[in-house]
T-cell receptor, first 116, second 112 residues
Framework: GAVVSQHPSRVICKSGTSVKIECRSL??????MFWYRQFPKQSLMLMATSNEGSKATYEQGVEKDKFLINHASLTLSTLTVTSAHPEDSSFYIC????????????FGPGTRLTVL | GENVEQHPSTLSVQEGDSAVIKCTYSDSASNYFPWYKQELGKGPQLIID?????GEKKDQRIAVTLNKTAKHFSLHITETQPEDSAVYFC???????????FGRGTSLIVHP
């Protein structure tokens, strides 16, 4: 089946540093990848949609200069949290849409970010 | 935009009982309704989905029903097992982008 991986699964960093999270589709090509954040006991909030080779589309209220998204290939998208602060601590989840499917998306296992 | 309401927020059942989670949506143009199961510390996993051209879909112990007129859809789990314990999210999406709007989630607890 379709598998999406994320790396790292867990990261702890100091306030002011930048953190990069990778999202890979392992056995399919993904023209579109999505980035979500999820606070404890809450639903998934879409941050941005990224299409391979073009700029990401950010949801209202999401700072594009703080959450840098790069989708350089059909199997890899990265999210960089720049100058992280404690309020950025969250569970970040990516998902990918299979190029061959019209609907649906497959989620990665998530990355737990803790900013001290 | 789309608004998805999900109830209940918490559901506690005994092993072997059935569990039903209900969702409503606001956008009549929505035509794809996936359900996801999320275990603690993991990403959501698609468990079943339904498109607007059918009213019911079943996969072993899991079934989903859709009422387009009333704009609501439900997840039914029969013969629940402790490993069914997780948070379940419904979602609705439409159009060419098929970007889903998620419900708030239901924490299902199955007691052995």
């Amino acid at each position: 089946g379709a598998v999406v991986s994320q790396h790292p699964s867990r990261v702890i960093c100091k306030s002011g540093t930048s953190v990069k999270i990778e999202c890979r589709s392992l056995d399919f090509q993904a023209t579109t990848m999505f980035w979500y954040r999820q606070f404890p006991k809450q639903s998934l909030m879409l941050m941005a949609t990224s299409n391979e080779g073009s700029k990401a589309t950010y949801e209202q209220g999401v700072e594009k200069d703080k959450f840098l998204i790069n989708h350089a290939s059909l199997t890899l998208s990265t999210l960089t949290v720049t100058s992280a602060h404690p309020e950025d601590s969250s569970f970040y989840i990516c998902s990918a849409r299979d190029l061959g499917l019209a609907v649906g998306q497959f989620f990665g296992p998530g990355t737990r970010l803790t900013v001290l | 935009g789309e608004n998805v309401e999900q109830h209940p927020s918490t559901l506690s059942v005994q092993e072997g009982d059935s569990a039903v989670i209900k969702c409503t949506y606001s956008d009549s143009a929505s035509n794809y309704f996936p359900w996801y199961k999320q275990e603690l510390g993991k990403g959501p996993q698609l468990i079943i989905d339904i498109r607007s051209n059918v009213g019911e879909k079943k996969d072993q112990r899991i079934a989903v029903t859709l009422n387009k007129t009333a704009k609501h859809f439900s997840l039914h789990i029969t013969e629940t097992q402790p490993e069914d314990s997780a948070v379940y999210f419904c979602a609705a999406s439409s159009g060419g982008s098929y970007i889903p709007t998620f419900g708030r989630g239901t924490s299902l607890i199955v007691h052995p």
